[in-house]
């Protein structure tokens, strides 16, 4: 086991420094092959290596999360990817799996890190959804309750109307605003799937809510 | 006719028709396992199976398609591992590509063709595990959700029946008069038809097809291996092998010899053994006087068989020529089959032959079937002579009947309710209700639809509004109990059960509309009241005595427990938000389906 551990550690070193020496460049190139027409196979070709390389460091990703790596060789792992690979749709799924992962580890602040990051890279509209509510449930924690109001404004896809008319009711629930979190949750409950499980908790929120009319 | 061979595009893929049937197959295979004896091929048949399996190929290719688009890709040593690691190709604890080529095979595929599935199969996992497995739910929520979970009401409930208040309640005619008004599809009998039917199916033509003993004796010594033990027999043989690239002269040399040897065996048969020992050119068996030891048909050469299988015991038969060369032979013993063996599947077989010899006439005969009753439309004696089958007659059906089952099938009732079936008492068309099934319907009485008199139903409606009115009553009256009860006054009439405690956690069936209820009260002063009305009907008063709120510790295993449902659920509602979302993103079109008959 502990071989193992060594060979991807250093797997994660040698990925890191070859990509602070080569990054700029390879970049540099593949604008001038993507600019010229003849470079249009190479730049498939180019394309379909990087899936596989990001691929591969996403396995990483997966083994530390698996072996209840520390941290900071997870946050590592997704970094390789946010920054090598930020356009692939691992570097928003790493950034997503390290945000939960560093929540647990109660680092509040490398979770806001890596969802800002996916909502301000990430090209998958759905994704960006997601990490907003995430983004806004750790902000609940640390009583931001404006910012997570803010944050839900946002424009996003119509299935996610329920879930943040929920999320609007948790932040002006903690807030005091009773009448309006209750509304809030009213309208989550209109909008979720109606044979979810998870209406139940967002009925029995609102519930509690009447408790102090 | 002319149905185009997609179903549907999602994002311009095609999903094909072939492939849409195959995934309508594996979710009748589905059903079937899962429902045993009561699958019913009609589950099918209705549009909305149909829809919730189209939809869910749209979402596969879907996700597929998406993963794509993000630039997942499949690792191959991934892809290798995963092939590697399932169990069904492995032999002796290790993976077989021999197995896995032949079970493949079996199932139609290439090798090529199946990793292709499973790395769309590893691109639609990457695709969503990441997501489903990072949810986060604030801390503050899961507190408050555990919280709420946990705490405990000691409750006294007492209930006001309706019962009590049925007979008071008297409901005049003008109130009757107007509900038969205003429920007059209620009292609306349905289209109803009596009918009677012909059914066709395998089962039945097998029954009747004939099969003679002699046919049963055959195929029960041709199939021996299917029936346990088969017969044996222990030979022995000389054996003068005969060159492959020998000359007549040579051969005829040869025969003669063994010509020679044959006699003089016959003379004495005792030295059999010796002989064999001597002369024989079959080394193995010559060792040990030329036996070969039991044997069962199928082990040796044709010729040789045939005659080791025609011989009495002691017997010697030459020469018997094979590839091999000429054979002298000597039958040493018999092993018999077990006689009452051939009893005990006798019946067995027939059914078996019955079945093969129905199932090769099936595709023609129940294409006559269809023929006969199209073409003799008024009448379904024709068929049934023909076939030799019963005409059934129902009961009184409606377009809902369960019962005849063969008949309760959507397009069989659609059929039966068609105008040419009820208006001229035409036969239905031959519909294949279930597989090898068809079966043809004829109405003999009609009763349209009609409106029962007011007369006829007021009984019912007397009975029915006095619940009404007593279901009103007792809310009304519970309400007042709960109101006096919750302003400090006490009530004698009120029959308190045992105090019990009820919580989310410990909720049994029928708990969560009271949870409500005690979530929603105000418990600052106890005892406190609410009260619910219950789906039986009745009014509950509940008293709430105490409230155990307990401390929320973060570390207890059941709060770690609590908060990976509360993701797990949170994460179930925003992989249908993503799915949906990915739904609404892209074209998808469906090709309106058409009826194929």
Redesign the interface.
Known sequence: MSAYDFEEQEKIDRLKAWWSANGATLLLTIVVFAAAVVGTRLWNHY??E???Q???L??VLQQQVEKGSELVKITDAAQLLTQG?P????A???A??A??SA?QAGNNQS?RDMLQWVLDHT?????K??AR??LA??L??EGKYDQVLSLLNAQH????T??YADLRG?ALA?SGKTDEARAAYQKALDS??TQ???R??V???L??L??H? | MGSASDVATVDGEEISRQEYEQALRNQQENLRNMLGENFDASLLDNPQMRTAVLENLIQQKLLRHEAGQVGLAVLDSRLTAEIQNIALFHEDDKFSYERYRELLQRQGMSPAMFEARLAGDLMRQQLLEGITGSVIVSKTVADKIASLSETKYEINRASINPEQYINQAVPDETVIQSYYDSHRQDFTLPERVRIEYVVLSLEELAKQEQISDEEIKKYFDEHQDEFGQAEERRASHILLTVPVDATEEQKAAIKAKAEQILEQVKQDPDEFPELAKELSEDPGSAKVGGDLGFFARGLMVKAFEDAAFEMQPGEIRGLVETPFGFHIIRLAAVKDVDVAKFDEVKEGIRQTLQRQKAADRFGELSEDFSNIVYEQSDTLQPVAQMFNLPVQQSDWIDRNSKEPSVVANERMLQAIFSESAIRDHYNTEAIEVAPDTFVSARVLEHHPASAQSLGLVKDKIIELLKQQIAAETTEEEGKQKLAKLQAGEADDSLEWGEPVEISYTQKRGGDEEILHALFQTDVEKLPAYTGIKTNKGSFDLIRINQVKVPATESESSQYTLLINQLQQVHGQEELNAYLAGLRQRYEVKIKPVEESD
């Not at chain 1, 356009?87 to 691992?90: D, L, M, Q, R």
């Not at chain 1, 090209?123 to 994704?127: Q, T």
């Not at chain 1, 896809?157 to 996610?160: C, E, L, N, T, Y």
């Open positions: 394309k379909g990087q899936a596989q990001a691929a591969d996403y396995t690979f356009e692939s749709g691992y928003s799924r790493a997503l799996i945000a939960h929540v979770a090209e998958e509209p759905e994704v959804d997601l509510i995430r449930n750790v609940v924690d896809g119509a299935s996610f329920g879930l948790d903690a979720l799937d979810g499980a998870y139940n908790v009925q029995m929120k519930d509690v009447r408790e009319q």
